[in-house]
């Protein structure tokens, strides 16, 4: 007899459930109701059932027909559920079924979402550190808010805010005030990328000893420069 138990328990076979979804449903702004359901229509969708009624998922679950139905309302509304219209070319009939391809896209979007916060957060993180070794103290509340501006408001990458810090550095013109020139010029040129800042640099550099000097008699006579000196 336990034998015959042990069988048929073997015969029910297993539903793989992606661990991305234990670890990622609330993320997506579903609770535990909304996610067993989820679980319980996958598990229908592996046994072949690919449109269980409210009435099968009820008696898997502590919910009525009505509030199976609400949840799968919900979910449909969320944009993680969707049900499909198949037709048999054959018999001519229309068939409908659940689609869960929008829960696992809605789940790998969040993932790489919180990835690139995590990386956004570490990178500015460095930023500020980089920030304070070069000015070899720690930042002031302004200084720091004006960090927070650059990345925040003006959409600078972390990245392209260490080449201006660098460029300042090398121009021996250290100070907020001057990096934000930079970094304004750039934005002004449509520069997003070191690389691109690097040829802008070098365009510039080019553009301006193509320029002839006149030689200046009067001493007095002050020499102009170009504005953004930090080329």
């Given at each position: 007899?336990?034998r015959?138990?042990?069988q048929?328990?073997l015969?029910?076979g297993?539903?793989?459930?992606p661990?991305?979804?234990?670890?990622k449903?609330k993320?997506?702004?579903?609770d535990?109701a909304?996610?067993?359901l989820l679980i319980?229509?996958?598990?229908?969708i592996?046994r072949?059932?690919?449109?269980p009624t409210?009435?099968?998922l009820?008696?898997?679950?502590t919910?009525?027909?009505?509030?199976?139905?609400?949840?799968?309302k919900?979910?449909?509304?969320?944009?993680?559920?969707?049900?499909?219209?198949?037709?048999d070319?054959?018999?001519q009939?229309?068939?409908?079924?659940?689609?869960?391809?929008?829960l696992?896209?809605?789940?790998?979007?969040?993932t790489?979402q919180?990835?690139?916060?995590v990386?956004k957060?570490?990178?500015?993180?460095?930023t500020y550190?980089l920030?304070?070794?070069?000015?070899?103290?720690?930042?002031s509340?302004?200084?720091c808010?004006?960090?927070?501006l650059?990345?925040?408001?003006d959409?600078?990458?972390?990245?392209?805010?260490?080449?201006?810090?660098k460029?300042?550095?090398l121009?021996?013109?250290l100070?907020?005030?001057y990096?934000?020139?930079?970094l304004?010029e750039w934005?002004?040129?449509g520069?997003?990328?070191v690389e691109e800042?690097h040829?802008?640099?070098e365009?510039?550099r080019?553009h301006?000893l193509s320029?002839?000097?006149?030689q200046?008699?009067?001493?007095?006579?002050k020499v102009?420069?170009?504005?953004?000196?930090?080329?």
């Amino acid at each position: 007899m336990k034998r015959e138990h042990l069988q048929k328990w073997l015969n029910e076979g297993s539903t793989s459930i992606p661990n991305l979804l234990l670890k990622k449903y609330k993320h997506i702004g579903i609770d535990e109701a909304e996610c067993m359901l989820l679980i319980q229509i996958h598990s229908f969708i592996e046994r072949g059932n690919r449109f269980p009624t409210p009435e099968e998922l009820s008696k898997r679950m502590t919910f009525s027909d009505e509030a199976c139905m609400h949840l799968i309302k919900q979910l449909i509304n969320k944009g993680l559920l969707k049900i499909e219209e198949h037709k048999d070319t054959v018999k001519q009939f229309y068939s409908e079924s659940y689609s869960l391809v929008p829960l696992w896209e809605a789940l790998v979007l969040k993932t790489l979402q919180m990835e690139d916060t995590v990386e956004k957060l570490q990178n500015e993180e460095s930023t500020y550190t980089l920030f304070e070794q070069e000015f070899g103290r720690p930042l002031s509340p302004i200084e720091c808010e004006t960090l927070t501006l650059w990345i925040d408001e003006d959409n600078h990458s972390a990245a392209l805010i260490k080449a201006a810090l660098k460029e300042a550095v090398l121009s021996g013109k250290l100070s907020f005030r001057y990096i934000d020139r930079i970094l304004f010029e750039w934005k002004k040129n449509g520069i997003k990328t070191v690389e691109e800042a690097h040829k802008y640099g070098e365009k510039f550099r080019r553009h301006s000893l193509s320029k002839p000097q006149s030689q200046e008699t009067d001493k007095n006579k002050k020499v102009t420069y170009p504005f953004y000196n930090w080329l």
